[in-house]
T-cell receptor, first 117, second 112 residues
Framework: GAGVSQTPSNKVTEKGKYVELRCDPI?????LYWYRQSLGQGPEFLIY????????DSGLPNDRFFAVRPEGSVSTLKIQRTERGDSAVYLC???????????????FGPGTRLTVL | DQQVKQNSPSLSVQEGRISILNCDYT??????FLWYKKYPAEGPTFLIS?????DKNEDGRFTVFLNKSAKHLSLHIVPSQPGDSAVYFC???????????FGKGTKLSVIP
């Protein structure tokens, strides 16, 4: 079946601009996660959705970052007034249920590489 | 403050030999550990996991060992194949937490 898809695969923008990154999770997965991977680092957690609601947004670095999942499927990560430090690969993952522990296998998309000039 | 550490940025192994990738963690609340494999321009792919109630989990050529007292886990790949060349990430989660905490990764190169 289809995996997690993310669009665009690459996004180049100028400092101060607004960007939206989209994630289509695996069909039927209720849990969705966003991570950010900077060069030379592992993925870092940003936000977790269970259904339509953001159950944990503790990883969002500041209020320029916002994410939505209005119908409990597709999610959009929105970044306002982009800064050069926002340049990274943004990864989306989904899992069948938002349970911790043994059920927490997350399936990742290919990511969106964001470059802020 | 890195809670999951992979201290070897890279590792080279001859084809057919064993690859051993190491991971240390500091957070005693972690109770589930995963290894992901990542090829360039792709997202991480789940490889194998282990719960803290076990000390070993095996899946084909891949075995993960967990030493809770040392807060250490390792991934063994036997025999190593050129197609195993990738970046391997160790990740952990804790009871009640949905987020995964990743290490920085180890780049494995399997030489034919």
């Amino acid at each position: 079946g289809a995996g997690v898809s993310q669009t665009p695969s690459n996004k180049v923008t100028e400092k101060g601009k607004y960007v939206e990154l989209r994630c289509d999770p695996i069909s039927g997965h209720t849990a969705l996660y966003w991570y950010r991977q900077s060069l030379g680092q592992g993925p870092e957690f940003l936000i977790y959705f269970q259904g339509t609601g953001a159950a944990d947004d503790s990883g969002l670095p500041n209020d320029r970052f916002f994410a939505v999942r209005p119908e409990g499927s597709v999610s959009t990560l929105k970044i306002q007034r982009t800064e050069r430090g926002d340049s990274a690969v943004y990864l989306c993952a989904s899992s069948p249920q938002g349970a911790s522990g043994i059920y927490n296998e997350q399936f990742f998309g290919p990511g969106t590489r964001l470059t802020v000039l | 403050d890195q809670q999951v550490k992979q201290n070897s940025p890279s590792l080279s192994v001859q084809e057919g030999r064993i690859s051993i990738l190491n991971c240390d963690y500091t957070n005693s609340m972690f109770d589930y550990f995963l290894w992901y494999k990542k090829y360039p321009a792709e997202g991480p792919t789940f490889l194998i996991s282990i719960s803290s109630i076990k000390d070993k989990n095996e899946d084909g050529r891949f075995t993960v060992f967990l030493n809770k007292s040392a807060k250490h886990l390792s991934l063994h790949i036997v025999p190593s194949q050129p197609g195993d060349s990738a970046v391997y990430f160790c990740a952990a989660s804790g009871a009640g937490s949905y987020q995964l905490t990743f290490g920085k990764g180890t780049k494995l190169s399997v030489i034919p």
